[in-house]
């Protein structure tokens, strides 16, 4: 079993910026994917970031440029810095652990990202 907890969240300015760091423990397989999920009020849940086992990224369009994923392997954390928040990146921010043997998928419980003035 894998457990995920997320920091970092909290109200902020537009324009303004955040760093979510997600820390994963248990037993956790050596190959998997790390990414942050959202979900706004209403919508569905959405792919904001994610880094695979290789190093590669993959953003929605909504984030390029803004928001960039970091890993650190070693610590088993994922981070997510998002600069240049806008409203409408108003969400609960999820971290995910997705693992290539057998397919699981892990969830935090979530932090709340607010950006209102």
């Known amino acids: 079993q894998v457990q995920l907890v997320e920091s970092g969240g909290g109200l902020v300015q537009p324009e303004g910026s955040l760093r979510l760091t997600c820390a994963a423990s248990g037993s956790i397989r050596s190959i998997n994917d790390m990414g942050w999920y959202r979900q706004a009020p209403g919508k569905q849940r959405e792919l904001v970031a994610v880094?695979?086992?290789?190093?590669?990224?993959n953003y929605a369009d909504s984030v390029k440029g803004r928001f960039t994923i970091s890993r650190d392997n070693a610590k088993n954390t994922v981070d997510l810095h998002m600069n240049n928040l806008k409203p409408e990146d108003t969400a609960v921010y999820y971290c995910?652990?997705?693992?290539?043997?057998?397919?699981?998928?892990?969830w935090g419980k979530g932090t709340l990202v607010t950006v209102s003035s």
């Open positions: 995910n652990l997705h693992e290539w043997v057998g397919g699981m998928n892990y």
């Open positions: 880094m695979f086992s290789g190093g590669t990224t």
